[in-house]
């Protein structure tokens, strides 16, 4: 290793580390509030909100394979993750000015605001997987990308599983479905719905939405870009950076 990929594989670990900590008091108990109101919401409304998402979500999986760069060969850690930095920053910034735009234009363009954020986020995974080299026209990388989204924004019980099959992919990938039709979506959606909600609603006042909006969106994508750094890294420094990764 290089000084550069020493320090990364440092701050991986300490990454590493968080996603497997054990959920906290706060942590449970909001979860169990969150549980309690999905609990009351009709299950209608939770299947036509799965289905809304998983459409949504492969929509913009089809879309960006066409929109992506070939993947970058033949290059350093340390380039790599330059470029990718870049990416992260200019989603960030286009991630804000929609915040502010829709947050600054009442509810419906409040609510505008949750698809149109979630293309922002997609697009930026693929970007940033093909700047570590790897083919997003290869289905099981669309679904690594699914995995990295759901670790970002999962509470930390969701977290800690999601992050189990992410550490041993190269073994997990092979159980995978032939098609995305198989992926949890259900949990997908409410983990993801379960983060963002607090943030997000009050991106619907009046008068502060959009310096909100801006502020969150600024933020999620950060987060994102952070946890897309780390799963592409446990692939690339060496596998002996994983942290007790099981066999799944």
């Known amino acids: 290793m290089d000084t550069y990929e020493q320090q990364a594989h440092i701050q ?3 990454w590493q580390r968080r996603m497997q900590q054990k959920p906290s008091l706060g942590s449970r108990i909001a979860k169990g509030v969150q549980d309690k109101i999905n609990g009351i919401i009709p299950e209608k409304v939770h299947n036509a909100i799965t289905v809304a998402i998983e459409k949504m979500v492969k929509g913009v999986l089809f879309g960006a394979r066409y929109t992506t760069t070939a993947p970058l060969t033949d290059a ?3 380039l790599r993750e330059a470029r990718v930095r870049q990416q992260i920053e200019f989603y960030q910034k286009t991630a804000s000015v929609e915040g502010a735009i829709t947050g600054a234009g009442g509810i419906l363009m409040g609510l505008a605001d949750f698809p149109i954020l979630i293309g922002i986020k997609i697009k930026l995974l ?3 997987a093909a700047l570590y080299g790897y083919d997003v026209s290869d289905y099981k990388e669309r679904l690594y990308i699914l995995y990295i989204f759901q670790l970002a924004f999962s509470s930390q019980k969701g977290r800690n599983e999601v992050y189990n099959k992410i550490a041993a992919w190269q073994g997990y990938s092979r159980t995978l479905p032939d098609t995305a039709d198989e992926f949890d979506w259900r949990t997908f959606q409410q983990e993801y719905r ?8 009050a991106q619907l006042i009046p008068f502060i939405g959009a310096a909100v909006g801006a502020v969150v969106n600024y933020k999620l994508v950060a987060k994102l870009g952070e946890t897309a750094m780390n799963c ?3 692939r690339l420094i060496s596998p002996l950076t994983v942290l007790n990764a099981p066999d799944i």
Do not use: G, H, P, V
Not at 194 to 201: E, F, N, R, S, T
């Open 12 to 14: 991986l670990q300490f």
């Open 76 to 78: 350093s850690l340390e």
């Open 126 to 128: 693929f970007d940033i």
């Open 194 to 201: 379960d983060y963002i909600d607090l943030a997000k609603m």
């Open 232 to 234: 592409y890294r446990m």
